[in-house]
């Protein structure tokens, strides 16, 4: 029902628009409203929900899709400039023709639910929300020559994103070696209750970077030193997390499962084994995007902008933080714990299948609170609905990074990550979302 529901968008926006009786620009101003690109994000992210990405995959897909709608606007915006030779590999887009009037908004949304399309499974259910839009495009009685040229255009710049996409390594690393286990080292990562999955994405460090230089560029610190004696460092913190989840404090424990974003997390019933399905951190962040661009009126190419630097945030702090995952490969509480404090103990939220680390939330929640703190202001207040679907309250900060350090916390209330993985992960994304905020130039 809310697919249905956020798919009606359009015609809603119509009944309060000023109805066009004749061709004018008019169209234009309709078409240029910044709701058509938030229901284009948002149901990228439900079809991302459905088909359980995790959580760096669909980092990739947000980055590629925001490029394509911002790509396809910029041409309708002087004071905009692209981000062809900013991002790694992405060479100039095509052009629209000299001369020739076109309604870039048109472009732009067909060009992000294009790209959206091809890197999703559901594409039934991308096709679907791409005609009810267009209808809405088509009903504000546009001249079929702008339309037609305009979808054209879409199409083209599509295109040149997806084939940019294909040249990052993505498609070698799904045929690449499975992670080894290191049993006789008792400081590395096994896997962990109930799925004792395998390691998640261990090859994910060689995917193409968007606009930090390596993944290794903002190399976070390193993890207390590994040791089973008590009154050591690491026992200490391991103790720390215990203690979190055995007091079970009614703040912590609302903190821990407000950022709990587990796109997978398997529930186990007798036999029956099922997956809870949650939004992923990055989708948490573009719907934190989205708040933060209608509450401050930011239109669709402001909206566009923001998009495009959260999500290269996003995708290259998943670069960075997957870097020193499989570098440290550092065993998680839930393993220490059970092996050398209590057998009987289990972590509040579930364990994700990957090292501890450090903190992949907190390093790509920092990384986009950094951007949008870039775009918007150090003391933007902001509402956060994103959980109200799930049956949690909606949450209000004074800032983006307020938001990134409970992040970052919550991750030890939750029972999955010692104080250093979210302390470190949070230096690094704000390293990374800085560098992304100074390097990729938007305006002219």
């Not at 005609?131 to 079929?144: G, I």
């Not at 970052?408 to 704000?430: D, F, P, Q, T, W």
């Amino acid at each position: 029902m809310k697919f249905k529901l956020l798919l009606g968008f359009g015609v809603g926006l119509l009944f309060w628009l000023p109805a066009c009786k004749n061709y004018s620009t008019d169209y234009q101003q309709k078409a240029g409203n910044a709701e058509f690109i938030h229901a284009g994000v948002r149901r990228i992210t439900d079809i991302i929900r459905h088909d359980i990405f995790a959580p760096p995959v669909s980092a990739r897909i947000y980055a590629y899709s925001s490029v394509a709608a911002y790509e396809a606007l910029v041409p309708g915006y002087p004071e905009y400039r692209s981000l062809a030779g900013q991002l790694k590999g992405l060479t100039p887009c095509p052009q629209p023709e000299a001369g020739k009037e076109y309604c870039f908004p048109v472009a732009s949304t067909n060009a992000l639910l294009i790209v959206g399309k091809q890197l999703v499974f559901s594409e039934g259910d991308m096709e679907e929300m791409k005609e009810k839009v267009f209808l809405d495009f088509q009903a504000m009685n546009m001249p079929k020559d702008v339309y037609d040229r305009s979808m054209a255009y879409g199409d083209a710049v599509a295109k040149h994103i997806l084939a940019w996409s294909k040249s990052d390594n993505y498609a070698q690393t799904r045929s690449a070696p499975k992670f080894t286990i290191e049993v006789t080292d008792a400081a590395r990562w096994r896997p962990t209750p109930p799925a004792y999955a395998d390691a998640l994405e261990p090859h994910w460090p060689e995917i193409r970077t968007w606009v930090i230089d390596s993944s290794g560029q903002f190399s976070a610190e390193g993890p207390v030193p590994f040791s089973k004696e008590k009154g050591s460092e690491f026992y200490k913190q391991a103790m720390e997390v215990y203690d979190f989840v055995k007091t079970q404090k009614e703040d912590q424990i609302a903190t821990a499962w407000y950022w709990d974003d587990n796109p997978f997390a398997m529930e186990v019933s007798g036999h029956i084994a099922f997956a809870r399905k949650k939004i992923s951190p990055g989708g948490h962040w573009m719907n934190i995007t989205a708040h933060a661009c209608r509450k401050s009126n930011a239109d669709i190419m402001k909206s566009a902008e923001a998009y495009v630097k959260v999500s290269c945030a996003l995708a290259d702090g998943f670069i960075a933080s997957w870097h020193a995952k499989y570098k440290y490969n550092l065993i998680r509480p839930e393993s220490y714990i059970n092996q050398y404090i209590d057998p009987e103990w289990r972590p509040l939220i579930q364990t994700p299948p990957f090292p501890e680390h450090t903190s992949g939330h907190s390093t790509i929640s920092s990384a986009a609170a950094t951007v949008l703190t870039s775009l918007l202001g150090d003391n933007f207040s902001f509402t956060d609905s994103t959980e109200m679907e799930f049956g949690i309250d909606p949450r209000t900060f004074n800032s983006f990074q307020e938001a990134a350090a409970e992040v970052g916390v919550s991750r030890m209330y939750g029972g999955i990550h010692y104080r250093r993985g979210n302390e470190a992960g949070l230096k690094c994304g704000h390293d990374v979302g800085q560098y992304v905020a100074d390097k990729l130039k938007t305006r002219k």
